[in-house]
């Protein structure tokens, strides 16, 4: 029989660099390929949802304030709406139906606090009702005014 002599030596080929460069192309060519399929953001068809642009900005508050004098003024938030004479009180009804529709998008109640002069007209409190329910505000609250 024939007797093998095994050198340690003879198995420590060295670093082979062959095998290195075949992985590091393989990675490479992988890389290269997946870069085409990647979109890019602004390719993205998205449809985001928007606001209603206005020409001012609004301060929105957690509740509106309509004041009712003696004379029959209407004021929202002490800023003066309409006149004594107004029935229809169109620029009160316009700004609430404005407030309600944003309170709406922001998915927050719209609260309104009727406050009216002890002296005021009722029918002057009825107009306003009527206006608030035409804009759709169904978050109302009475009280009267201070006395001085």
Do not use: W
Request: some cysteine.
């Amino acid at each position: 029989m024939k007797r093998f002599d095994a050198n340690i030596n003879d198995g420590h080929l060295g670093f082979q660099i062959a095998p290195m460069i075949d992985v590091v192309f393989v990675i490479m060519l992988f890389f290269m390929v997946m870069a085409g399929a990647v979109k890019v953001e602004r390719e993205l068809n998205s449809q985001l949802p928007g606001n209603a642009e206005t020409s001012t900005s609004t301060d929105f508050v957690d509740e509106q304030i309509v004041q009712i004098s003696e004379v029959g003024e209407v004021s929202l938030n002490e800023e003066p709406m309409d006149t004594k004479d107004s029935r229809e009180l169109p620029k009160f009804t316009a700004t609430m139906m404005r407030l309600k529709a944003a309170s709406d998008q922001a998915k927050s109640p719209c609260m309104v606090t009727v406050v009216s002069e002890p002296n005021a007209k009722y029918a002057r409190t009825i107009d306003v009702l009527d206006a608030l329910s035409v804009a759709g505000v169904t978050n109302v609250t009475f009280t009267i005014g201070e006395e001085q």
